[in-house]
């Protein structure tokens, strides 16, 4: 497609299938764009006329109206549609980026043992991202490969980052039983966020299932802390705040085939059962530090 698109316009277009993907489908507004590129409003609203009289964008009527992205936009970007793609987590600096995730892999050097270098096409704002920070890519989902490395540079224009490769490694075929961590810590529902809160420091760990009368009934994180913070709600209880959604798989399945379901669910960490009885936990975290430990922060 030979469309030349300005550089706001291809900004602008990647936050909205960056924002549109986020939210499974339905409909973006203007102002979600803006916040995510940190553009003005106004700006945004005038640079979708011209995107929708190219095709790229289609309105949404109504109150909860906005606007989505067509498949010309996706063909023009090189990008996967968001309900045929699977999400490939990238990290940062240790940390996982919930709102990036990584399209394509390029080795154009591989005649060149000595300069191993790869551009990673990713979908998200990569301005977040800048030279030296250390990177973990994947794993892809066909051949279950972790990309790791150095970035050495990015193109906005393109959305990509390259980087200078440190190692490629394949997933290990170790179960979940194996790294899972047992006995469960659990929070009550009923139990004061900045108990729960405690509970976390002390412990060292960003994350545990909520109970209620002996079920999961959700999980809570370091970031229900800092929405409670927010919203002063601290002295509430945890139930108030917590992400009532809660992902069991068997403890006989890979640690990769964990990861995917987490990357499908939206979860960062899993009940983990044998037999149906739930036996332990284990979390993104857990299993990035596995595959890649140099890579990881301090945080379990």
């Known amino acids: 497609m030979d469309l030349e698109l300005t550089q706001i316009q291809k900004d602008i277009l990647y936050a909205l299938v ?3 993907k986020n939210k499974g489908g339905g409909s973006v507004k203007g102002e979600e764009i803006a916040e995510l ?7 945004v609203r005038n640079q979708m006329q011209a995107l929708r009289s190219l095709g790229l964008v ?60 790869a551009r990673i096409r990713i979908l998200g704002n990569i301005r977040k991202i800048s030279p030296n920070d250390r990177i973990v890519v994947g794993p892809t989902p066909v051949n279950e490969l972790l990309v790791y490395g150095k970035v050495v540079g990015r193109d906005d224009t393109e959305n990509m ?17 194996e790294h899972m961590s047992t006995p469960i810590i659990t929070v009550n529902a009923e139990e004061i966020v900045k108990n729960a809160a405690k509970m976390l420091a002390e412990r060292g760990i960003y994350c545990m299932p909520v ?5 999961f009934v959700g ?8 929405k409670a913070v927010a919203e002063n709600k601290v002295d509430g209880e945890v139930r108030e ?12 399945i890979s640690v990769g085939e964990a990861l995917r379901i987490m990357n ?12 149906g009885k739930a036996v332990g936990v284990i979390t993104d975290q857990k299993i990035l530090r596995l595959i890649a430990p140099e890579h990881m922060g301090s945080h379990q």
């Open 18 to 20: 960056t924002i549109y």
């Open 37 to 43: 590129i940190n553009r003005n409003p106004g700006t």
């Open 58 to 117: 289609e309105g949404v009527p109504g109150p909860k109206g906005g606007y989505r992205p067509t498949s010309k936009a996706y063909e023009l970007l090189s990008i996967t549609k968001y309900d045929e793609a699977v999400k490939v987590p990238v990290l940062i600096n240790g940390e996982i980026q919930e709102d990036l995730s990584a399209e394509e892999i390029i080795f154009p050097t591989l005649s060149h043992p000595k300069v191993c270098q």
């Open 161 to 177: 980052v390259v980087i200078d490769i440190e190692k490629i490694v394949a997933l290990p075929k170790d179960k979940v039983g």
């Open 211 to 215: 109970v209620k009368e002996g079920e």
């Open 219 to 226: 999980i809570f994180t370091l970031d229900h802390v800092a």
């Open 241 to 252: 705040v917590m992400r009532p959604k809660i992902v069991s798989v068997e403890k006989d």
């Open 264 to 275: 499908d669910e939206d979860v960062r960490i899993l009940v983990v059962k044998d037999a």
